[in-house]
């Protein structure tokens, strides 16, 4: 949930004093709860500790300097705001619009706050089913492939060209144990003599059997060490260099020791599905009427 941030750059005012608007022009004054501290009053509004707090956030190593100037901002702020009211500027369609704003942030941040502990436990067991395979896997690797595109349609001529091209890939991919960047930095090499033919360069993670074709697995599971090449290898799609990049070990974590990470992990979408649910509620309860007629008239800049 992104919530909003007003920002404004305040200016030095002049050090003359001025009259305290009326008391109906004044923007709301904050009520002081007794233990609340109060760290500055302009014309009788407070300035507390808490805003103080708030506008030092951002700091590291606060010092006593940081204090003074952030203090400062709050009061020219306060003065600023004081002033506009003094204006009528209180009564602005764009004052109004910005309280509405401020009031359904501050809504949403009060009631919309939930914890791990507090995500209802279908939406753990779904994100559990959903990503099962993070959770309960067999052995798998991790490769990087080079691949010179030859299918079934093409012709003779086309996958000896094509395998001649593999053959290359392989010999300079052996030539020496190669970061991954570099592996892959060798199809765009080889592709500039072989306009003709579809070179590219893959990264996926496989089991040893359902996911990608047996010879390919076979293949990439022979491989031991990261960094480590494989022969060129012919399957449907066409020739094949594989490049290992990690051997992954077999993982069976269940629900109940999956749980804790899992709340971790969705509590934000979670949040957000909650949020948006209670929202269609909301417009079902209330009176609301489109004028879409009215709408369509609207020109676009």
């Known amino acids: ?11 030095s005012l002049p050090a003359c004093r001025q009259p305290a608007p009326p008391g109906e022009q004044l923007p709301l004054v904050p009520r002081v709860d007794q233990t609340a501290l109060v ?19 951002s700091n590291r190593g606060v010092t006593a300097e940081d204090r003074r100037k952030a203090l400062r901002a709050l009061v020219q702020a306060e003065l600023l705001a004081q002033e506009a009211a003094r204006r009528g500027l209180a009564r602005h369609p764009a004052v109004r619009d910005a309280q509405r704003r401020a009031l359904a942030d501050i809504f949403i941040r009060r009631h919309f706050q939930i914890t791990p502990k507090d995500i209802p436990r279908e939406h753990v067991e779904r994100a559990y089913n959903i990503n099962r395979l993070l959770y309960q896997r067999p052995e798998t690797v991790n490769v990087t492939h080079i691949v010179v595109v ?9 996958h000896h060209r094509a395998a ?24 765009e090499l080889v592709a500039k003599d072989a306009p003709t033919i579809t070179i590219k360069a893959e990264s996926l993670t496989t089991p040893l059997r359902g ?66 649910k209670w929202l269609a509620e909301l417009e079902r309860r209330h009176a609301i009427t489109t004028h879409l007629d009215v709408v369509a008239r609207i020109a676009t800049p």
Not at 150 to 158: E, G, H, S
Not at 216 to 223: C, G, I
Not at 230 to 237: A, E, I, K, L
């Open 1 to 11: 949930m992104k919530l909003l941030v007003i920002a404004a750059t305040l200016l």
């Open 39 to 57: 760290v500055a009053r302009v014309n009788g509004v407070p300035i507390l500790d808490a805003d103080l707090r708030e506008q030092l956030r």
């Open 150 to 158: 030859a299918n079934a349609r093409n012709t003779a001529d086309f």
């Open 164 to 187: 001649r091209l593999a053959r290359r890939i392989h010999a300079i991919a052996a030539s020496g144990r190669l970061p991954e960047k570099s592996f892959r930095e060798i199809a």
């Open 211 to 276: 996911l990608t074709a047996a010879e390919f697995a076979d293949a990439a599971f022979a491989l031991r060490e990261p960094g480590q090449v494989s022969p060129v290898v012919q399957t449907r799609f066409g020739y094949h260099v594989i490049y290992l990049n990690e051997r992954l070990p077999p993982r069976s974590v269940s629900l109940a020791q999956a749980e804790e990470e899992i709340r971790g992990r969705i509590l934000e979408d979670v949040r957000r599905e909650l949020f948006v």
